[in-house]
């Protein structure tokens, strides 16, 4: 149990697009949904918090016009990145977390590596 | 602010030996340390979770000790294979705040 899907696993476009990454709970409901971000070499770094109905906390430097969340509905939440730019580059990853027994953790999906030219 | 830190961030060792990956802490007031593993380009798998109010918890070849006053955890490796070359990953929740704050990493490279 517990299994976190994204899609899509990898993604090239051109600077100046938008790109929507989906990040699904299959097997269990997700209040909250995490965004995180990491650049070769480093660890990950919190993007944004979201619960299930309401609006996204970002953390601190990271531009909610830029990167849209949304987080619809218990299974699944999308991450927008608005006009790309080659320093939008990175590997994000999605988290999730829910009720009873998905409490004590968050459940990590694959990872989606967005590559902007 | 806590902040999370692993050493070594880089270790080789010779197949079959045993080893021990450090994570330290500066804010003790964690209810629970996890351990995780991440392969190249992949996402994270989690290894072990320990609750505050445990000492260890071991899974296989895997053990992992948790000292919450002194802000320290380690990941004990038993017979190391290749299989086991990773980046390992440490990561806390503080009290009241349900984020992760993740460690630095320790990529390791297991020699055949």
């Known amino acids: 149990g517990a299994v976190v899907s994204q899609h899509p696993s990898w993604v090239i476009c051109k600077s100046g697009t938008s790109v929507k990454i989906e990040c699904r709970s299959l097997?269990?409901?997700?209040?909250?949904m995490f965004w995180y971000r990491q650049f070769p070499k480093q660890s990950l770094m919190l993007m944004a918090t979201?619960?299930?109905?309401?609006?996204?906390?970002?953390e601190q430097g990271v531009e909610k016009d830029k990167f849209l969340i949304n987080h619809a509905s218990l299974t699944l939440s999308t991450l927008t990145v608005t006009s790309a730019h080659p320093e939008d580059s990175s590997f994000y990853i999605c988290?999730?977390?829910?009720?009873?027994?998905?409490?004590?953790?968050?459940?990590f999906g694959p990872g989606t590596r967005l590559t902007v030219l | 602010k806590q902040e999370v830190t692993q050493i070594p961030a880089a270790l080789s060792v010779p197949e079959g030996e045993n080893l021990v990956l450090n994570c330290s802490f500066t804010?003790?007031?964690?209810?629970?340390l996890q351990w995780f593993r991440q392969d190249p380009g992949k996402g994270l798998t989690s290894l072990l979770l320990?609750?505050?109010?445990?000492r260890e918890q071991t899974s296989g070849r895997l053990n992992a000790s948790l000292d919450k006053s002194s802000g320290r955890s380690t990941l004990y490796i038993a017979a190391s294979q290749p299989g086991d070359s990773a980046t390992y990953l440490c990561?806390?929740?503080?009290?009241?705040?349900?984020?992760?704050?993740f460690g630095t990493g320790t990529r390791l490279t297991i020699i055949p």
């Open positions: 988290s999730a977390r829910g009720p009873g027994r998905y409490t004590d953790t968050q459940y």
């Open positions: 097997d269990f409901q997700a209040t909250t």
């Open positions: 979201s619960n299930e109905g309401s609006k996204a906390t970002y």
């Open positions: 804010d003790s007031a964690i209810y629970n």
């Open positions: 320990i609750q505050s109010s445990q």
């Open positions: 990561a806390v929740p503080n009290f009241g705040n349900e984020k992760l704050t």
